[in-house]
DNA sequence: TAATTACCAAGTGAATTACTAGGTAATACA
DNA sequence: TGTATTACCTAGTAATTCACTTGGTAATTA
C-alpha cells in the first residue's frame, strides 16, 4: 500500500470535515487555513474523494462539503486509496518466472505486510478519530495514552 | 516509515546474498543478472548497506559481499532503515501548536501506523525468509499457504 | 602488469508532490 | 437580474525522488 504525505493530507483534510461539519458544509478556503494545505491542491484532492462519494459537494455561497457518508462508515484506508490510488507492491501475481528466488520471497513479504497495513487502516474510521479527539478535550491537557516504544533510529 | 521500491530492491539483494553467499562473496554482477537491478544502482544501495555494517565488501578478482552479520541479526526493518532512511512520518514531535485539531490526530494516527509497521518488519529476518525459501524449496513446486484475504481495491 | 572487483561522483529522464494561474458552472442573495 | 460565492476543471511548474548511465579511482588476485 502506498502511504506518502498526500494520503495524510486527505486524511487530515476528512477528519477536519468529520469535526467541523456538524452545522452545515465546510469551505475549502476553511480546510486550507486550518490545515495549512493549498486550496487548489485541496481541489484535487477532493476530486478525488468526491469520485469515491466520501464527500458531497454544495456550490453557491453558503456551499463546501459534506462527508459523503457517516464517519462510522469511512475508513482512513477508504481515503488513502481514494487519492493514492492502490499500487500493489508486487507486480508478477505468482505467476511469473520468479518463483523460488529471492525475488518472490519478497513478494511475499510485502503482500503480507500490505496486508498488515491495510488492516490496520480498515480497523479506523473517522468516527474513532472523531471520539479520540473529543476524549481528549475532555481530558482536558492531559496527553492521550500512546504507543510506548518510540521508533526512532534503529542506528 | 518509507515503503519505497528502493526498500524492496535492497531487501531482495540481501535476500539473493543470503541465499548465494554460503560458499563465498557474491558479485554485484550477479545480483544485478539474478534481480534485474542495474548495476549501479546496487552500488548505490550496496553502499549504503555497508555503512549500516550490514554487508561487507571484498575488492579484487574473487570479491564480492559478505554478509555484515548472521541472517538471523539482520531484520527487514534494519535494511530498509539503511536505504530509505527513517522518515517520521510527523514532524511536529508532539510540541507544536497543533493539538488537538485535525492535524495532530492524524500525527498520532500515523505514529500508530509507523510502530505497526516498523514492529512488523523488525520481527522478520533475513534467516526467516531464508528458512521459508528451504521450506518452499522441500515441498517442490506445492504453494505456499499465503495471506487469505485478497487486499484488492476497497472500490 | 593486467584483469577484476569494490568504491565513488556527477548527471539524467520519468514520475510524483504540492503548488500557482486562470478559467467555467451552479447557487444564494440584493 | 446581477453579483458574489462557492465548487469544479485544466494546464503548467519547481522541487524531489527513483532507477539508471557514464566515467572514473582503489584494492586485490594471478
Known amino acids: ?18 469535526l467541523n461539519g ?8 476553511e480546510i486550507s487555513e486550518n490545515q495549512g ?12 474523494l468526491r469520485n469515491k462519494d466520501l464527500v458531497r459537494g454544495v456550490r453557491g455561497p453558503g ?5 459523503g457518508k457517516s464517519a462510522d462508515e469511512i475508513s482512513i484506508a ?12 508486487t507486480r508478477c501475481g505468482g505467476r511469473q ?12 513479504l510485502w503482500d503480507d505486510l500490505s496486508s498488515e497495513i491495510f488492516n490496520f487502516l480498515a480497523n479506523i474510521s473517522l468516527g474513532d478519530l ?9 481530558e482536558e491537557e492531559r496527553p492521550l495514552s500512546v504507543v510506548g516504544d518510540s521508533n526512532s533510529q534503529a542506528a
Open 78 to 89: 477508504n481515503i488513502i486509496c481514494a487519492v493514492d490510488e492502490w499500487v500493489e507492491f
Open 1 to 18: 500500500m502506498r502511504l506518502s504525505t498526500k494520503g495524510r493530507y486527505a486524511v487530515t483534510a476528512m477528519l477536519d470535515l468529520a
Open 63 to 67: 456551499g463546501g462539503y459534506y462527508l
Open 22 to 29: 456538524k452545522n452545515g458544509p465546510v469551505t475549502l478556503a
Open 37 to 48: 494545505i493549498s486550496l487548489s491542491y485541496l481541489e484535487q484532492l477532493f476530486a478525488a
Open 130 to 138: 472523531v471520539r479520540r479527539n473529543l476524549g481528549k478535550k475532555e
Open 97 to 108: 518466472n520468479c518463483s523460488g528466488g529471492a525475488r518472490c520471497l519478497t513478494h511475499t
